[in-house]
């Protein structure tokens, strides 16, 4: 049940393409919160994703469109504006892919002009994406816009490749241009770093269901779902977070804060002797 965090607020949503998918699961919370929405992606992705179904779900309309290409997002939002009857209150930015892991170019082995197209997509697409909106005036005052990193961006994580190069470039952008779109239209840019989630995407990471396991064991709150993620993404869009603006706030339940966590280290000492209980049978966690 919804809290009407966003009655009455207009927001276009990029990338969901399955019920697996954070957009997909952000777009469900958003109509659920009281927003009016437009739902985005490429061609490909509409025709060969479910997203059709959660148009019709939601009862929203779906825009195709490159999110590299600036004359396809100006024409997002424009037509958005025209669909929902009046300027955007808040947008999310879920894309993310790397052809050089779909290819298994390992990191010391890139192909340059793959990583030139992993950056576009996953990171530059985002700065196109908020110049369009600031030229054409598309957001409200005090708007919101999110998009989805992770820890890579700060530290190395097997298997991550050059997404780790995009997601420090996403990051960047949100505070370059945050400070920009703040201070002349009092817009919030924002990155949230979300735990490792099984979606489409993250599965084609390299030895993903091993990084999920640490994270979960390293995590004192586990994994965050994306659900959970779709709710952090509520109150980043309503007007309980009007002063939030420049951050990469970590929704990972606890993972970045941590070192090694007793979990991690039970199932790294498997062929050791060692016991974590005291005297009385509880677990030591200090």
């Given at each position: 049940m919804g809290n009407n965090l966003l009655s009455g607020k207009r927001g276009i949503v990029f990338g969901a393409l399955n019920d697996m998918s954070i957009a997909w699961?952000?777009?469900?919370?958003?109509?659920?919160?009281?927003?009016?929405?437009?739902?985005?992606?490429?061609?490909?992705?509409?025709?060969?994703?479910?997203?059709?179904?959660?148009?019709?779900?939601?009862?929203?309309?779906?825009?195709?469109?490159?999110?590299?290409?600036?004359?396809?997002?100006?024409?997002?939002?424009?037509?958005?504006?025209?669909?929902?009857?009046?300027?955007?209150?808040?947008?999310?930015?879920?894309?993310?892919?790397?052809?050089?892991?779909?290819?298994?170019?390992?990191?010391?082995?890139?192909?340059?002009?793959?990583?030139?197209?992993?950056?576009?997509?996953?990171?530059?697409?985002?700065?196109?994406?908020?110049?369009?909106?600031?030229?054409?005036?598309?957001?409200?005052?005090?708007?919101?816009?999110i998009a989805l990193s992770y820890v890579a961006a700060q530290?190395?994580?097997?298997?991550?490749?050059?997404?780790?190069?995009?997601?420090?470039?996403?990051?960047?952008?949100?505070?370059?241009?945050?400070?920009?779109?703040?201070?002349?239209?009092?817009?919030?840019?924002?990155?949230?770093?979300?735990?490792?989630?099984?979606?489409?995407?993250g599965s084609g990471i390299k030895g993903f269901d091993g990084l999920f396991d640490f994270s979960n064991r390293m995590s004192p709150l586990g994994n965050a779902t994306a659900d959970e993620c779709a709710d952090y993404c509520m109150v980043m869009f309503s007007d309980l977070t009007r002063k939030v603006t420049m951050q990469n706030l970590f929704h990972d339940g606890g993972f970045s804060s941590m070192g090694m966590s007793l979990r991690a280290m039970e199932q790294y000492n498997k062929c050791f002797e060692n016991d974590f209980k005291d005297e009385t049978g509880h677990i030591i966690y200090g």
């Open positions: 699961k952000v777009a469900e919370r958003a109509v659920e919160e009281g927003a009016i929405i437009t739902l985005s992606n490429t061609a490909l992705a509409v025709r060969m994703g479910t997203v059709n179904e959660l148009g019709k779900k939601l009862n929203c309309e779906i825009i195709p469109a490159d999110a590299t290409k600036v004359e396809d997002l100006e024409m997002v939002f424009m037509q958005s504006q025209e669909i929902l009857g009046g300027k955007i209150d808040f947008v999310l930015h879920s894309i993310g892919m790397s052809p050089n892991v779909r290819k298994k170019r390992t990191y010391d082995d890139l192909d340059y002009n793959l990583l030139n197209s992993t950056l576009d997509i996953s990171a530059i697409s985002f700065h196109k994406m908020l110049q369009a909106a600031k030229k054409l005036d598309a957001i409200s005052e005090g708007g919101s816009v530290r190395t994580l097997f298997g991550y490749n050059d997404m780790a190069d995009a997601k420090a470039m996403l990051e960047s952008i949100a505070r370059s241009f945050g400070y920009i779109y703040g201070r002349e239209k009092n817009v919030r840019v924002n990155t949230i770093s979300q735990s490792p989630t099984m979606t489409t995407a």
